[in-house]
């Protein structure tokens, strides 16, 4: 017989997913140092910091073109609220951060509300965290994605052509020109002059 009172209940930590793109990350081996497709559980007091300087990032990018400390996100809550809030902070003085189409100067901070695309350099990350119980600590989930985050959220995706319900391109060439496939109208009204 099971005692379920004395099972004790794990707490549901809230968990910052950042899903990673660059665009030789199948060449090169650029993530190598995170912990990929596991939970890493942070305390919500620290920072957590990315960058290619293992001494003060916690997280590191094998790549020379990414500064030593590239960005930090800190975890915080709001007054009266139990549930952790995130920050965006640019910490490199050279590379730009664009945080959801805003650029971040030098330590200047964003807001992380939902989901956010992230760009420096030749990265994307797509940011968003999932809401848990503890205020006191937090998980972070690093994937890779295979396709750029910007693609799938339709961001600098050109325009294809628009297709007609019929299923035929708006343009279709009749001895070399243009003909409209759009319904023709008539009027039943006829005006003598």
Known sequence: MNDNSKLETEELLTCLHIHLYHRNQARCPLFQNLPLNQPYK????????????????????????????????QAYRKAGSTFLSFTIQNMSQKVKLVVGGSELGY????????????????????????????????????????TPPSQELGIDVPCKLPVMDTGVSWKNLENGAPVSQEPLESDETVFSV
């Open 107 to 146: 330590l200047e901070r964003a807001e992380l509300v939902d989901k956010v695309l992230l760009r420096f350099g030749r990265y994307e990350m797509l940011i968003w965290p999932e809401p848990g119980d503890s205020a006191n600590s937090f998980e972070v989930l690093f994937e890779t994605c295979n």
């Open 42 to 73: 942070m305390d919500a007091e620290d920072p957590l910091r990315l960058g290619r300087d293992g001494q003060t990032c916690i997280f590191v990018l094998n790549d020379t073109s990414v500064s030593r400390k590239q960005l930090s996100i």
